[in-house]
């Protein structure tokens, strides 16, 4: 069974940073692709970045391209998300997860983590 664990979130104002990771258990890590999806309330569920299993392809969200860096550490099963010039509109839960593929990972997740709350203030 694959466990995701993400941290990192917090409050935060505007025009600051923050860095997420997703721990990733078993040792299968460096075999997939990995990505960033936000769910703000009352709102669907939505891409953020998408990283493939070697870190040499990363895709973002228009919302997002210039501001945020998504990177991987396969040694430490480990997925992050750089996020700067943070905006009110970034607060959102956001959640890691695993696909087979860089395609497959923003369309068909396999597996999700539970969760990390970032808050930005105006």
């Known amino acids: 069974q694959v466990q995701l664990v993400e941290s990192g979130g917090g409050l935060v104002q505007a025009g600051g940073s923050l860095r997420l990771s997703c721990a990733a258990s078993g040792r299968t890590f460096s075999s997939y692709a990995m990505a960033w999806f936000r769910q703000a309330p009352g709102k669907e569920r939505e891409f953020v970045a998408a990283i493939s299993w070697s870190g040499g392809s990363a895709y973002y969200a228009d919302s997002v391209k210039g501001r945020f860096t998504i990177s991987r550490d396969n040694v430490k099963n480990t997925m992050y998300l750089q996020m700067n010039s943070l905006k009110p509109e970034d607060t959102a839960s956001y959640y890691c997860?695993?696909?087979?593929?860089?395609?497959?990972?923003?369309?068909?997740?396999?597996?999700w983590g539970q969760g990390t709350q970032v808050t930005v203030s105006s």
């Open positions: 997860a695993r696909g087979a593929n860089i395609v497959l990972v923003t369309t068909a997740p396999d597996y």
